[in-house]
């Protein structure tokens, strides 16, 4: 963008004392107008050292400041730019001694929930639980609750549970002396309410705030930076209400909607021109969230009069559009360059099968973050082990895996080693007594009898003493089916696990008791299963993984961004592309399935709005007609645009 300035624009530059509420729409040149309007207020004779600009990311914080930094040629230095969680920590280095010594690592946090998790035998302590549990404390905190008044939309555990391992872990951390990054606003704004001479000391120091991306701030946030401001209120705030999609961390856009109210005489100012996208897709885009009732009401235009379009595409399944997909990547390669292509994603889960499917087809990609990889998940694992164990690899470790599942009672101790280090092995002259059932898995003889199988840990129960009978039932058919699955094709074989053996019926359940729904089951394996279908054999399967593996590595290292780029939704804010592809726009998946409420659906379409707006000329939007042969219906928002 030249220095030339939009009407808007030069309103909000030159704007100098009292509040003011900048509306920055998508690709509205909003970090022009901050960096210019802090040059205009030193020129003015505002002391650079009374300057505060804070941000959410530190990547942003050092990217506003360098291009300040280079606006006025290096010859101003003193404005402060931070994030909200390191200004706020700064001010209890200051004034409470705290160092960076004193914040929980990642690591840290996990040992002290297993800690807090030890007195609750009821409660699971695996990672799924753990990461509920520090998100839910993480949105306790931001909201400036406590654990009973939290009302959480998956009730992983008991309610009078969570409250005693809320208290429980806030214990652990204040005995090891740690504070995280929510702590810090905490401890904050009771340093400014316990001591109005530290709060008019840093009111002195920063007569002027500025803030970026205000539509994402959480209300603890909020209350400190309304205490600093107070009672000059030279708070300039900068963001876009139908850009706020960070409600699951705590973020409240009905913060920035209320600011007229909570500031009165406020000014206000739209910054209505796009200069990034073309005008079918700012006009696409607005049509879609001018359907949210809870915003402020504005028109974008844009400034880019160049050609571009936007085109909704129709899949009959699954590997029609990622064939699609990969088809629409290779003909934009013709005219654009790799890492200006982006494939955005509602989940990052959904990300897995067109990485496969790029690396397949030779194309270079780079992901912004990490990105699931669907054979790190516990139903990848399990698939693996069973046929690994089938195939010869009768480890315990393989077996423990997918032993009970479904429940076969069979214990940890039946496995160990040790057991049968001495036992009597007479019964070994004598496989036809063991077999005499009446089911019939007379095929068990020959596996029983072949001496590669002398190891298996399976065949050892059948020898011991002091196994229950129907335990050994069940090992015997589970023996059956290892002995069926060996040298099966692994999407045969995979079939053979999900549907003869019990276990998606299983995992279902499972999963279901933790918040998973049966479609995202069901969806994650066959996106295993499929991933064997194109394969000659076991071998040769366990290769193309190993080969998708290092390709993630390679586009997740940090030295990777080239290629096409792969993003979530939430992960794409910001950023802009020349080509834009968004797959997977059906209902359950945008909206998502778990969405209940008005203002989930709202927060689901501006999450949607971010998607769409990322796109500079080409954006195309791709929808399933069929999923494993049943009809699933477009999301509701394709039916929104225009």
């Known amino acids: 963008m030249s220095e030339q300035m939009n009407n808007e624009q030069r309103r909000a530059v030159m704007h100098l004392e009292g509040p003011m509420m900048v509306l920055a729409g998508p690709g509205s040149g909003k970090t022009f107008v901050i960096t210019r309007r802090i040059r205009n207020m030193v020129q003015c004779g505002i002391a650079p050292e009374s300057i505060l600009v804070i941000t959410f990311t530190k990547a942003a914080a050092v ?19 931070g994030t909200f969680h390191g200004i706020y920590f700064s001010f209890l280095k200051k004034s409470l001694g705290y160092s960076a010594s004193d914040i929980v690592t990642e690591k840290e946090k996990k040992q002290f929930i297993k800690e807090a998790l030890s007195s609750y035998p009821a409660v699971n302590a695996d990672d799924f639980t753990m990461t509920y549990l520090l998100d839910s404390f993480s949105k306790i905190k931001n909201d400036g609750i406590t654990p009973e008044m939290y009302e959480s939309p998956c009730r992983l555990v008991d309610k009078e549970a969570f409250e005693k391992i809320y208290y429980d872990y806030a214990r652990i951390m204040h005995i090891a002396g740690k504070v995280d990054f929510d702590d810090m606003v905490l401890k904050c704004r009771q340093l400014f309410v316990e001591n109005p001479d530290i709060l008019e000391m840093w009111r002195r120091r920063f007569k002027y705030i500025l803030i970026d991306e205000f539509q994402d701030i959480n209300p603890m946030q909020y209350e400190v930076v309304k205490m600093l401001a107070a009672p000059l209120n030279n708070l300039f ?39 990034r996208s073309t005008p079918e897709v700012v006009n696409t885009a607005c049509s879609l969230i001018g359907h949210n009732k809870n915003r402020f009401k ?8 160049g050609k571009g379009g936007v085109n909704v595409l129709s899949f009959k399944d699954k590997q029609a559009e990622t064939e699609g997909v990969i088809n629409l990547v290779k003909a934009g390669l013709k005219f654009v360059e790799a890492d200006d292509i982006a494939l955005i994603f509602r989940t990052n889960s959904s990300a897995g099968v067109y990485a496969k499917a790029l690396s397949e087809a030779g194309i270079h990609f780079s992901m912004k973050e990490k990105i699931k990889n669907i054979f790190d998940g516990t139903m990848a694992k ?14 315990r470790e393989n077996l423990l895996r997918f032993m009970n599942k479904p429940v076969r009672y069979i214990r940890r101790c039946d496995i160990e080693e040790e057991k049968y280090a001495d036992q009597n092995n007479s019964d070994r002259d004598d496989p036809d007594r063991i077999y005499s059932d009446s089911r019939g898995y ?84 066959d996106e295993i299963t499929v991933s064997a279908k194109n394969t000659d054999n076991y071998i040769h399967w366990l290769e193309t993984i190993e080969e998708y593996e290092e390709s993630l590595k390679n586009a997740q290292s940090e030295e990777s961004k080239d290629g ?37 659906l709202e927060e ?4 949607f709005y971010v998607a769409m707006t990322r796109a500079k000329e080409k954006l195309f939007l791709c929808h399933l007609e069929k999923n494993r042969e049943k009809r699933i219906t477009p999301s509701r928002f394709l039916k929104e645009i225009k």
């Open 63 to 81: 990217e506003m400041q360098e291009r300040f930094e280079s606006l006025m040629d290096g010859n101003v230095t003193g404005v402060t730019f």
């Open 382 to 395: 399990d698939l693996m082990a069973v046929l690994a164990y089938a195939n010869g690899k009768k480890t």
């Open 298 to 305: 504005k028109t974008l235009m844009a400034a880019n009069k």
């Open 564 to 600: 096409v780029q792969l993003m979530t939704m939430h992960g794409s804010k910001g950023l802009e592309y020349r080509m834009v592809i968004i797959p997977d726009l059906n209902e359950g998946n945008i909206p998502s399935k778990k969405c209940e409420k008005p203002a989930e």
């Open 237 to 275: 705030i900068v963001g876009d209400d139908d850009q706020s999609i960070y409600g699951f961390r705590g973020s409240c856009p009905q913060i920035m909607l209320d600011f007229p109210k909570a500031f009165k005489g406020a000014e206000s100012v739209l910054l209505k021109y796009n200069y």
């Open 442 to 525: 007379g095929v068990v003889k020959t596996y029983l009898q072949d001496k590669r199988h002398d190891t298996d840990l399976l065949m050892r129960i059948l020898y011991s003493t002091d196994i229950k009978e129907y335990v050994k039932k069940n090992v015997k058919e589970l023996l059956y089916h290892l002995n069926t699955l060996c040298g099966m094709h692994p999407f045969a074989g995979m079939n053979y696990i999900r549907k003869v053996m019990g276990y998606e019926v299983f995992m279902i359940k499972e999963n279901e008791k933790r918040g998973i729904t049966k479609n995202e089951t069901i969806n994650e394996l």
């Open 604 to 607: 689901e379409r501006r999450v």
